[in-house]
């Protein structure tokens, strides 16, 4: 049997320098009080820096919105063929752009204390919304074929007809993309 040299003596001087690492080990609260820190930087500055930033990316979004940048343009509003349907809807007047006015009128006439004016007006309300209604049909039926006769048949997407019916709807000066297109133009190619 071979003898093994002897195991040196736990408080041996030698064996301290070499396995200790000089500090107390730190306790999990001191631990994890060290890893928090703040996500973003708790300054006024800071702050007011990063929301000057994000007013003038929205600004500049917006802008590029109206006026038609296909880079800020929300997804219902993307591609040639949404184009196509606003530049159509925008070259032409439509009915529902004298909605809101007519209401504004009938809200007026209800003042009047005169009870067969605000009946007529009521009634002429209605009968300018069945009104807007068939030139919504009728606007959504031209762009479709328009649509066909010019992508083709089976290219044109789904929904183009409602696109166009809501466009026409709104006010001119309200419409985003902003119109293109003069009033009483042409589509742009």
């Given amino acids: 049997m071979a003898k093994t040299p002897a195991e040196p003596a736990p408080n041996d001087a030698s064996t301290e ?58 997804a219902r509003d993307q591609g040639p063929q949404r184009k196509f349907v606003r530049d159509f809807v925008d070259s032409g007047f439509h009915l529902g752009e004298a909605v809101m006015p007519a209401m504004v009128v009938v ?23 069945f009104f807007v209604v068939g030139d919504m049909i009728i606007t959504s039926i031209r762009i479709k074929r328009a649509a066909k006769a010019k992508f083709g048949e089976d290219r044109v997407e789904k929904g183009l007809g409602w696109y166009a019916a809501m466009r026409s709807i709104q006010m001119r000066f309200l419409r985003l993309p902003k119109p293109q297109v003069k009033l009483g133009g042409r589509p742009i190619k």
């Fill in 107 to 129: 809200i007026l006439a209800t003042f009047i204390p005169s009870r067969d004016v605000q009946f007529y007006s009521f009634v002429a309300l209605w009968m300018f919304i």
């Fill in 17 to 74: 320098s070499v396995t200790g690492k000089g500090r107390p080990t730190p306790s999990r609260a001191e631990q994890e009080a060290a890893r928090k820190r703040p996500l973003v930087p708790d300054t006024k500055e800071a702050k007011a820096r990063a929301r000057a930033e994000l007013a003038a990316q929205r600004e500049k979004a917006r802008v590029g919105m109206a006026a038609g940048d296909p880079k800020y343009l929300p």
